[in-house]
């Protein structure tokens, strides 16, 4: 290795720490949170995310879904058929309920923090 | 609502037994087969003898009605399932009802009631209905003593309310043959039924919806029903707005369903025969049809299975809740 490589190296590396960090702040303020449907249940009960993350519905079954919610700042209604996927960006902090307008024991809380 | 599970019930029942029987040797119990940790009882409604048997009274008594014509009894029957045997019910006045009266069995396993599930409560769903009057009580003695009694006021709509939503909670049937052969009796269900039963859990998609001990997802489902029509029915949605819930019904219990013809919401089939016969030729065709729904390829022999199993759907409902009460 040459005598200046090593900087060099450590350079790059330093660049590519950086990039990797950037990514994870990035991801950890505005990451996707995917929760299934199937077997008419939501994959979680609760779900915590953080302002300006996203939540992914994914409708696993084979019926009609529907994701719906009336909470303040994050009013959805959504419909889903067999195989469909929505995603809601959640933008204000709060409790957000989300539940089926089909299957009535389909719930999900939403915890949005600041 | 703010919901109890069913030790309240437990108790005050026993309660009714030994008011009515003075002993313990025959405790009330729920018919074999219901779940009783899934009975709700709100929290401001506790059920006693003494509301029970107002409340029986209130729903037999045509006297408090607006023109003196109707009872709750007179539209859920119980020799019919709690149903009406009319396509149409009729309320004062003579008018009409606008679907098909919806069966009062097991209600108390439920907390939305009604075809679209627009009330919260019992209570809510009596409340709803504009045909009684409960000043006309205040007119008959025994009623406003009773209800001064057990409220510490005299007649108002919440009262009445109340003690009408205590009895109809009474209202359940079990200990049907399916149930007996769900406890071991394997000669309770014909071989005919059994093969009925197989065909509601699998091929026939029926236990999909109709789920559980009381056959109901309490959901809301589009199956097509009414909406051939030109200007259809949307059910649920004109309680919730909601696309998804356009032509979509609250699943009904099938305990008892062989006694309630004629069925669905729009009384549209006589008989279970021609029931199981539209979801074998997978509903009618809408919008928001369920993707369940599609065409079965049941034989009729199967048909008929099927319609064994609803049959030995039908069960017991504690005689002292059905028969008539003596009135004041």
């Given amino acids: ?114 | 609502m703010s919901l109890t599970r069913s030790v309240a019930l437990a108790l005050s029942i026993l309660a009714v037994v030994a008011a009515r029987a003075g002993a313990a040797k025959d405790p009330w119990r729920l018919p074999l087969g219901l779940d009783r940790q899934a009975a709700m009882i709100p929290d401001d409604n506790p059920m006693t003898a003494e509301k029970i048997a107002l409340g029986k009274q209130l729903f037999w008594d045509k006297r408090w009605s607006r023109d003196g014509t109707v009872a709750c009894v007179s539209c859920h029957l119980p020799e019919h399932g709690w149903s009406d045997p009319r396509h149409r019910s009729v309320h004062v006045g003579g008018q009409p009802t606008l679907r098909h009266s919806p069966t009062l069995v097991n209600r108390v396993f439920s907390d939305r009631q009604g075809w679209t599930g627009f009330a919260a409560s019992i209570e809510h769903f009596v409340r709803e209905d504009a045909s009684f009057v409960v000043g006309n009580l205040r007119a008959i003695p025994a009623y406003e003593e009773a209800l001064r009694r057990m409220f510490g006021t005299g007649p108002t709509q919440d009262t009445a309310i109340q003690a009408v939503a205590a009895y109809v909670r009474m209202i359940v049937s079990g200990n049907s043959p399916y149930d007996r052969f769900r406890a071991g009796n394997a000669d309770a269900l014909s071989a005919t039924a059994r093969r009925g039963l197989a065909l509601f859990e699998t091929k026939a998609r029926c236990a999909r919806c109709h789920a559980g001990f009381n056959f109901t997802d309490e959901s809301y489902h589009n199956i097509g029903v009414g909406m051939d029509k030109d200007n259809p029915d949307l059910g649920r949605f004109q309680v919730s707005k909601r696309e998804i819930n356009k032509g979509a019904f609250k699943t009904p219990t099938l305990r008892d369903v062989a006694r309630r013809a004629p069925y669905m919401h729009d009384a549209r089939f006589a008989t279970l025969r021609e029931v199981v016969a539209f979801y074998d030729r997978g509903g009618i065709p809408s919008a928001w049809l369920s993707p369940e729904m599609a065409p079965l390829g049941l034989t009729p022999d199967q048909q008929e299975d099927l319609v064994a199993f609803l049959e030995a759907l039908t069960g017991e409902v504690p005689p002292d809740v059905a028969t008539p009460p003596v009135l004041p």
């Fill in chain 1, 1 to 114: 290795m040459m005598p200046g490589g090593r900087s060099l190296d450590h350079a790059r590396w330093s660049a590519v720490a950086v990039a990797v960090s950037a990514t994870l702040v990035v991801a950890a303020h505005a990451a996707e949170i995917k929760v299934v449907q199937k077997d008419r249940a939501f994959s979680v009960k609760q779900v915590t995310v953080r302002v300006g993350d996203s939540v992914t519905f994914v409708n696993a079954d084979a019926v009609n879904h529907n994701v719906f919610s009336e909470a303040a700042g994050a009013q959805f209604d959504l419909v889903q058929p067999p195989g469909s996927t929505q995603t809601v960006k959640l933008i204000q902090p709060g409790r957000v309920e989300v539940q089926c307008a089909i299957h009535r024991a389909m719930r999900l809380e939403i915890l949005v923090t600041p």
